[in-house]
């Protein structure tokens, strides 16, 4: 199976872009619920907790997890690429969201190929929301500073949003008031931004919302779920040798850390149809 790993239930926008770009792979979604948000958290515990929810997929027989949510992979991938896949699991495979998201940002098109760059064309602003962690770990200024240094980058902390997402606040004065904190300052700049991601799962559940604030059609909101299966499409055609390693019957199992019933209620809410969750425990890797 491929897992996908979210930090909660907003990472389900992540897995619902894969089925619908690549429906026939099994998938295995786990959502650490229990102890979300990781945004507020520190590197080290973002770390030790996305590496327990990495090592419990590949026990579960994914070969391949893909880490839907941004903190994680700002905060904990290139370690786990660079150094713990060598050392434990050499044969198996993390991919993220920031790469891909960047790439994007920087107006790349999904079929662009691997170390491609758009130096000459990209110019203008650009913005990031994200939470704590992420737009702390300057992850997208790194790779955005690779892809298109012509750009100027505008990053947006929004601490509170996975929190009222999670409890189910999607629009509403509280939802707008925190919504107008977050963006107005962005939208009220001289040079205001051409292209707005989404940089944390969650949030395309407020796109309405942000839409709403957002009024001039012509910036662009980036949703990651499009931008991800899009880029695994691709990934997957690089790499025949993990296709062949993946099962393909069409099956999904859900898990999350906190109540599975409440959690399969967020979930359908989400994707539209009832799932069966279960609840796991993850423990401390050595």
Known sequence: MIGVFDSGFGGLTVLDALIQRLPAFDYFYLGDSARAPYGARSPDVIYEFTREAVEFLFDAGCPLVILACNTASARALRTLQQRHLPARRPDHRILG??????????????EAPPGAVARESATGTVAVLGTTGTIASDSYRIELAKLAPGLRLVQQSCPLLVPLVEEGELSGPGTDYFLHKYLDPILD?????????????????????????????????????????????RWLARHPEMTTRLTQTGARRYATTDDPQWFAARAAGLLGRAIAAEKVHLHSVD
């Open 189 to 233: 700049a001289t040079a205001p931004p051409e292209r707005i991601l989404l940089a944390c799962t969650h949030y395309p559940l407020l796109v309405t919302s942000i839409r709403a604030v957002v009024d001039d059609p012509a910036i662009e909101l980036l949703d990651q779920g499009e931008i991800v299966a899009s880029r695994l499409a």
């Open 97 to 110: 969201v920031v790469r891909p998201s960047a790439e994007a940002l920087a107006g790349l098109p999904p």
